[in-house]
């Protein structure tokens, strides 16, 4: 599957480490300088607005997909693109999953989370048999991850599904596994024959 487009998900703050933003802006400029259209939140500032500035610094293209009411509230990035103004949050992350090939996720907090987690779960439903990723900047997601490997041991996640998510600590990589991405062989619920064979004792109780 060819990648001419990600939908990036990421904060509308610069994060406490300057390693965030700036990674925001250099994944920007990648996919610019890789023809790859950037799909995002529609802001202009934060992390949002550092990739958006980075990709049109670029010459990218670049595509916002923002809520009416945070246009109201200032927030809008008007340089982009393409501008796409929507009625509800719903309607964003459904414009925003139609448009891109793929999706990444920066640091961020629960929109971020939000955003990766319902696109996850919509490969995981074969609604879309698109890559999603984790750009793991400083080992943010590095928790995260290690409790998605618990939920799996925990048989709430099928291995198969839990191989969906891929992360990586460079873009490069992280593309390079998107280029190679297989879907699973049929969506769905998780099977109850597909749980683990044993899993850890439970705690003593005290």
Not at 103 to 108: C, E, R, T, Y
Request: charged share 20%.
């Amino acid at each position: 599957m060819a990648i001419r487009s990600i939908a990036i998900f990421c904060a509308s703050s610069d994060g406490a480490d300057p390693a965030f933003i700036e990674s925001a802006r250099q994944v920007g400029r990648s996919l610019a300088h890789r023809g790859i259209a950037v799909v995002y939140g529609g802001g202009r500032i934060g992390l949002m607005g550092a990739v958006a500035d980075g990709a049109l610094g670029a010459g990218g293209r670049v595509i916002g997909v923002i809520p009416r009411a945070m246009v109201q509230a200032e927030r809008a990035h008007t340089g982009v693109s393409d501008l796409r103004i929507v009625d509800s949050m719903h309607e964003r992350k459904a414009l925003m999953a139609d448009l891109a090939d793929g999706f990444i996720a920066l640091p961020g907090g629960y929109g971020t989370f939000d955003e990766l987690f319902e696109i996850i779960t919509w490969g995981q439903l074969a609604f879309h048999v698109k890559p999603v990723g984790i750009l793991n900047v400083r080992n943010f997601y590095g928790p995260l991850l290690a409790f998605l490997d618990a939920a799996t041991a925990a048989g709430f996640i099928q291995s198969r599904f839990r191989a969906m998510l891929l992360a990586e600590n460079t873009l490069e990589d992280l593309l390079d596994r998107f280029g190679r991405y297989i879907p699973p062989s049929g969506g769905g619920f998780a099977r109850p024959a597909e749980a683990p064979a044993s899993l850890p004792p439970p705690p003593t109780p005290r």
